[in-house]
Nanobody, 127 residues
Framework: QVQLVESGGGLVQAGGSLRLSCAAS????????MGWFRQAPGKERGFVAA????????YYADSVKDRFTISRDNAKNTVYLQLNSLKPEDTAVYYC????????????????????WGQGTQVTVSS
């Protein structure tokens, strides 16, 4: 069973930056595509970014492209999300997620394709 624990959320002013981390345990991290989703109050959970098993390929929602960067360190079993140029509309709970081993990157933005989820970390951006 894979456990995911997010950290790094907080309160930041618009234009600021945060770095989210997600530590994985209980499975073979390097065999899993990893992703980040977010959910704002009253809204559905939506795709933010994902990264392939090797880290060679990254995928982003249009709303965060050129502002957010996803990366991973397979030696540390950790995936990161660097959030830059934050906007109030980025305020949400951010969730780390993992696919099953060797599942690949088809339907990369579909939450149903991710089998394991963390508890989430709150990001609040003030105007």
């Amino acid at each position: 069973q894979v456990q995911l624990v997010e950290s790094g959320g907080g309160l930041v002013q618009a234009g600021g930056s945060l770095r989210l981390s997600c530590a994985a345990s209980g499975g073979t991290f390097s065999t899993r595509t990893m992703g980040w989703f977010r959910q704002a109050p009253g809204k559905e959970r939506g795709f933010v970014a994902a990264i392939s098993r090797s880290g060679d390929s990254a995928y982003y929602a249009d709303s965060v492209k050129d502002r957010f960067t996803i990366s991973r360190d397979n030696a540390k079993n950790t995936v990161y999300l660097q959030l830059n140029s934050l906007k109030p509309e980025d305020t949400a709970v951010y969730y780390c997620c993992a696919r099953r081993q060797y599942q690949g990157t088809k339907r990369i933005n579909a939450s149903q394709e991710y089998a394991y989820w963390g508890q989430g970390t709150q990001v609040t951006v003030s105007s």
